[in-house]
């Protein structure tokens, strides 16, 4: 019976990928891991997914947060806690990301694959559950959209010793503030702990994402083409805007808008 029950958890407990640098993102004084990402691409979610699961092979507990509205969370948890069926998919795809004629990257196949990866990582008890990060009705009105996610993340209920994942856009993710124009935007992980938060933008040799510009809503240029090796690449200079590269080593590919598509189709791809 026991000999029955570990090849049943073995099949189903995800494996990890292994990563160049990754393993220095867990140390001990690391609480916050802040990932960013060109949205629209089907390589980056699959990248943090499996992060995701190589943080949860070190024995601590891990969190995820991702950014979709607060107003979404019992709606995530209810597919955290589902069996990932047709209809726990078609469920998932009613949320407001998913619905949103604004196709950005955050409702595509690629974030269904990694709604279904988080589900089996939760079920296998590699992860303690997914927040919902960004602003919904309960933000107070007036509220820097950046300053509520970086006070969702800290507010986060975990042990002393957890590691606390987080996956935004690239922009939400730097670590000093960025100047638009006339405009000076805080990042959210700029206003994290500076000791205990490592921030990380993912970036591949080129290709294509899939977002909305001038042109419409489509696959667009994603970089410049490049050939760098596959890793995550750390920097101590002063005026870093992350505190490491994810280099993917591989050019992206536009992840397709879920809307619309079966979501078996989504979670196959």
Known sequence: MLAIAAALLSATAPSCASVPGADRLWQ?????????EMHGTNESPDAFA??????????????????HTSDDQAAINAFLASDGSPSAQAALLKLSLFKSEF??????????????????LKQAGRIDGVIASDVGRATPEGQDRNAAMAQTWTKIAAPDDAIILAYVGNLHAMRKPIAFGHRIIVPAGA???????????????????????????RPHDNGYTR???????????????????????????????????????????
């Not at 001990?28 to 960013?36: M, N």
């Not at 955050?106 to 990866?117: C, E, H, N, T």
């Not at 205990?196 to 290709?207: E, P, Y």
């Open 191 to 217: 206003m994290m702990p500076v000791k205990r938060t490592m921030t990380i933008n993912v970036d591949g040799n080129g290709g294509k994402a899939w977002n909305c510009q001038d042109d419409g809503c």
């Open 50 to 67: 499996n992060l995701v699961c190589l943080a949860s092979a070190t024995g601590r507990p891990v969190t995820v947060a991702v950014e």
């Open 28 to 36: 001990p004084e690391t609480w916050w891991v802040i990932v960013g």
């Open 227 to 269: 050939q760098v090796a596959p890793g995550i690449k750390y920097s101590v200079a002063a005026d870093r805007q992350w505190d490491a590269i994810y280099e993917l080593g591989a050019p992206t590919t536009a992840a397709l808008p879920a809307n619309g598509a079966s979501a078996t189709t989504a979670l196959s791809n």
């Open 103 to 120: 196709h950005d990257g955050r409702g595509s196949v690629a974030f269904m694959r990694l709604f279904d990866r988080l589900r089996v």
